[in-house]
């Protein structure tokens, strides 16, 4: 049965005096398929206000990201959205971001301020996910003005820019010729996931930088580090097996530190081991090693030597 004819029966139950249905969509296809009757769904924004979807699209096309603050892909995704919104808000095209899957000490509204993104935003949107049959994030919808949506982040597509460029396409198709926005010739470089990179212990899908890029700026830098030195006040935390271990590790004590907003910053994280010390590091503007966060943990005892910015 269609949506008319749903709602057809359900203002046929109200004359009669039955109960008044929902007007819902039948069940609706896989979730990265495209073709599902987009649920409605009430949400409040920053300032409190409640904002309503269909009413938020205006009857025009929209693009949902459902985006964790703390998410890296979503930092990764977020610079390519940013600019769909400045080239397509002309055609009454608007993006919005739902945040879901709060973590403590991690405010959306902070997170968008301190990238300088104007994304309209609305929170605590988990109730939104099983309607959506959100299977993982961020999850990004383009949907039709017939609240048809048209497409979706596939799971792993092979590069933000890849997602965006299937954006671009999808809007340019409901808008038409007249209102079609020109694709980019080129996109900016993706912005890599948070991988251990280096060292021994090294186990990625991604390959490592070259050794002589690393092992030199490492040596040097925890020749640095006497063997006494220490962060006082900081626990040992015994063992410590692998690069993704001294990477939450630092993190943890990061944004103890420093705050969440900066260490989300400095995403991607590298985890270096040179003999017994794992040296976890922060990714800088100037993409040069050493220049972002920086901590020098033991791997036999988890005895923190060093915590600090880089250069």
Not at 179 to 206: D, I, N, R, T
Not at 246 to 253: D, G, K, S, T, V
């Amino acid at each position: 049965m269609r949506w008319n004819g749903l709602r057809a029966l359900a203002l046929l139950a109200a004359l009669l005096g039955g109960p008044a249905w929902a007007a819902e969509p039948e069940e609706p296809l896989k979730p990265w398929d495209s073709g599902m009757y987009a649920p409605a769904f009430s949400l409040k924004a920053p300032d409190g206000k409640t904002q309503s979807f269909p009413e938020l699209a205006a009857g025009k096309p929209v693009v949902l990201m459902f985006w964790p603050a703390w998410d890296p892909y979503s930092r990764a995704l977020q610079p390519y959205l940013h600019s769909i919104r400045e080239d397509y808000r002309v055609a009454g095209v608007e993006v919005w971001m739902i945040s879901v899957r709060a973590m403590e000490g991690v405010d959306p509204v902070q997170v968008l301020k301190q990238r300088r993104y104007r994304f309209p935003l609305l929170l605590d949107g988990d109730d939104a996910l099983s309607l959506y049959r959100v299977e993982y994030t961020p999850w990004v919808v383009v949907i039709d003005g017939q609240r048809n949506i048209v497409y979706t982040r596939p799971p792993k597509p092979p590069s933000p820019a890849s997602v965006a460029d299937s954006i671009r396409k999808t809007l340019n198709e409901l808008l038409g010729a007249q209102k079609a926005v020109p694709l980019p010739k080129s996109y900016p470089p993706s912005l890599p996931l948070p991988v251990e990179l280096g060292g021994a212990g090294y186990s990625s899908p991604l390959p490592p930088l070259p050794q002589e890029q690393w092992q030199p700026w490492l040596e040097q830098y925890l020749a640095g580090v006497p063997a006494s030195e220490f962060v006082a006040g900081v626990p040992r935390r015994g063992p410590v097996s692998s690069g993704k271990a001294a990477i939450a590790i630092a993190r943890e004590l990061w944004t103890q530190a420093y705050g969440e907003a900066e260490v989300l910053a400095q995403a991607p994280y590298r985890a270096y081991r040179l003999d017994n010390q794992w040296v976890v590091l922060g990714s800088a503007a100037s993409g040069k090693l050493g220049d972002g966060l920086i901590l020098v943990i033991e791997q036999d005892s988890g005895r923190v030597q060093r915590l600090e910015r880089g250069n």
